[in-house]
């Protein structure tokens, strides 16, 4: 059974979107609820460094101070200026435009992902505008000198980050930026430009603004990511006995036709709570469904451009083949979509075909799926989040459980892996919850974030021993040794885990003991967070606080970590038969 409630992470299109605009608008802007995505920490850093000053001023808040289009145009480097868009194609797109809008003359270069990815789309349109753009199809591109007029323009691909982009730039000259879209893409930077004051007119998919002159600062809040919100609403659909509810999602109608092919497929779903803000929000409620197979083409694609690596997975679970075509922009993401998901779906066994602009897929019902279960820690999300989070609810919901945690999600949800787990956890709390696994698996991070979900106190083993002693871990292991560390860690887990139900998270060595492990597993669901080694060497090798590991001597404390490593692994995956959340990293 789940039974969860949960709010989705925060836009990460928008936050781009309004950091960039704040940046360039004349004054103090203020971002609420801003996207802490290694995608939008691209975007900070790049515009840090073309000198913005951007305090983070609480844990999800920021306050900008905007250069104005004069401070940008002053911006002068004589030297050369490398902006890292990293895997972030949002960010190296529009502040391309921003570039080329202000005339400041910097490369963008970004990840090897990134670096494939084509970026002639915006040049060539702003190269129409005057600007000097040296550089390929692909990143590094090189901004030489700014628009002179502008445009007029037909995009023969959907595409809101050129729009964007092209919008960017032309915040900086008098003459107009007319864009007519062929199919509608999402149209956040035309929302937020307007609450900016810019005179900007849309009209359908035509929009027409007239810069030159300075943005005025905004407060902003920005609301649920949509696209992140699918995975929750996937997992609903396909999980037997679910209803998942996600609040404060992003509506816009630019965004959410992926519920209008849920709909068709049978995805049992309801939206309510609607606050209509500059960018609509609410909540969705779905339920385990019974679903059919769709077809989806072109002209939906540009709408769902992002949801099809979920909808795919509602496709593998629903009964008949369903067909993606005209969407051969899937291939131009963070990886090639199209051959990411038909990979992994044929290790899974499914019946899939890979075409030039799509695929089909040929669903199966879970028992079916989850004989395959072993498959899916084998599964490559090629570096591309959508890929690995589509694959990990998919295993969520036919095994319950997760057998690979992958990094790549960082990139537009941080908090997927806790967020799914409180939302699994939710319906079946009875007790308390206490995660422990190896050092530096993260225990704490995951601790403090499914603590916070599920609003249930939160206790870190380690920080409440140093609390009592008054000294750090390392300097009791120093001053009184291991033997009467564990003794106060015995003593310390008792109490806590008597106590109203709580999430702990414990040393890497607590459950070793024989009497907590007993004592936890009667108060307690245990979890455990597996990580691979390497990943665990490459955490602990740049840090020297573990007392257990310590040493001045590299080859030394490798060969610690090691041990270390493969003792507690054996141990864990005993305790593993008793309850887990296994994951690799
Ligand atoms: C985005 C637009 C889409 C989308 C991407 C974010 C944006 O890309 O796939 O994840 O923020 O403008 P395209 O505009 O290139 O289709």
Do not use: W
């Not at 530096?440 to 609003?455: C, I, P, Q, Y």
């Amino acid at each position: 059974m789940i039974r969860g409630r949960i709010t989705a992470p925060s836009d990460k299109s928008i936050s781009h979107r309004a950091l960039i605009l704040a940046a360039v608008a004349d004054g103090e802007s203020e971002i609420k609820n801003c996207s802490d995505s290694r995608d939008v920490k691209s975007t900070v850093r790049m515009l840090k460094s073309l000198g913005t000053s951007i305090a983070k001023t609480g844990k999800d808040r920021f306050s900008i101070k905007g250069k104005g289009i004069q401070g940008f145009r002053n911006l002068q480097y004589e030297n050369n200026l490398y902006l890292n868009a990293g895997n972030s194609g949002t960010s190296a797109r529009l502040i391309m435009g921003l570039l080329a809008g202000a005339g400041i003359k910097a490369n963008i270069i970004g990840d090897k992902s990134l670096s494939k990815r084509p970026m002639d789309r915006v040049k060539k349109p702003l190269q129409e505008m005057g600007a000097k753009i040296a550089g390929e199809k692909t990143l590094p591109m090189t901004c030489v000198s700014g628009i002179k007029k502008g445009i007029d323009f037909t995009p023969d691909i959907d595409s809101a980050q050129v729009k964007s982009a092209l919008l960017t730039a032309g915040i900086f000259i008098e003459e107009k930026v007319c864009i007519h879209e062929k199919n509608l893409t999402r149209n956040h930077t035309e929302n937020i430009l307007r609450q900016m004051g810019a005179d900007i007119c849309v009209n359908g998919k035509h929009v027409e603004m007239k810069g030159g002159r300075e943005l005025n600062p905004v407060k902003i809040n920005i609301p649920g990511d949509f696209s992140g919100a699918v995975y929750l609403a996937v997992l609903a659909a396909v999980a037997k006995n679910a209803v998942i509810t996600i609040d404060r999602v992003g509506l816009n109608p630019t965004r959410t036709s992926f519920l209008d092919a849920a709909k068709k497929m049978g995805v049992k779903y309801r939206v309510f709570n609607i606050a209509d803000t500059y960018e609509p929000t609410g909540s969705i409620e779905v339920k385990s469904s019974c679903l059919n197979c769709i077809d989806i083409n072109g002209a939906m694609v540009s709408s769902m451009i992002d949801e099809i690596p979920a909808l795919a997975i509602l496709a593998a679970c629903a009964g008949g083949t369903s067909h993606f075509k005209g969407a051969s922009e899937l291939r131009k993401k963070e990886s090639d979509r199209i051959k990411s998901l038909v990979k992994g779906f044929k290790k899974l066994g499914f019946d899939v075909r890979e075409y030039r602009d799509g695929f089909s897929i040929k669903g199966k019902d879970a028992v079916e799926i989850a004989k395959k279960a072993s498959a899916f820690r084998k599964i490559d999300d090629y570096g591309d989040h959508r890929i690995a989070m589509s694959f990990n609810i998919l295993e969520l919901a036919v095994t319950g459980r997760i057998s690979r945690r992958y990094r790549s999600v960082g990139i537009s949800y941080p908090e997927f892996y806790s967020d799914i787990m409180s939302v699994y956890l939710q319906g079946k709390i009875r007790k308390g919850i206490l995660i422990t696994g190896f050092m530096g698996s993260g225990k704490s991070t995951v601790g403090k974030n499914v603590a916070k979900k599920l609003k249930m106190k939160f206790f870190d083993l380690d920080r409440e021993i140093e609390k009592q002693e008054k000294i750090s871990i390392q300097e009791i292991f120093i001053e009184k040794g291991e033997k009467y560390f564990r003794e106060l860690e015995n003593k310390i887990l008792s109490k806590l885990i008597e106590n109203e139900p709580c999430v702990i998270s414990t040393g890497g060595g607590t459950l070793l003991n024989g009497e907590n492990l007993n004592r936890a597993v009667s108060n307690s669901d245990i979890f455990i967070l597996k990580t691979d080694y390497e990943t665990i060497r490459m955490r602990l090798m740049r840090e020297n606080k573990r007392p257990l590991i310590k040493s001045s001597n590299l080859a030394e404390k490798e060969a610690k970590v090691r041990k270390y490593y493969e003792e507690r692994q054996a141990a864990y995956d005993k305790i593993a038969g008793i309850k887990i959340y296994s994951s690799t990293s």
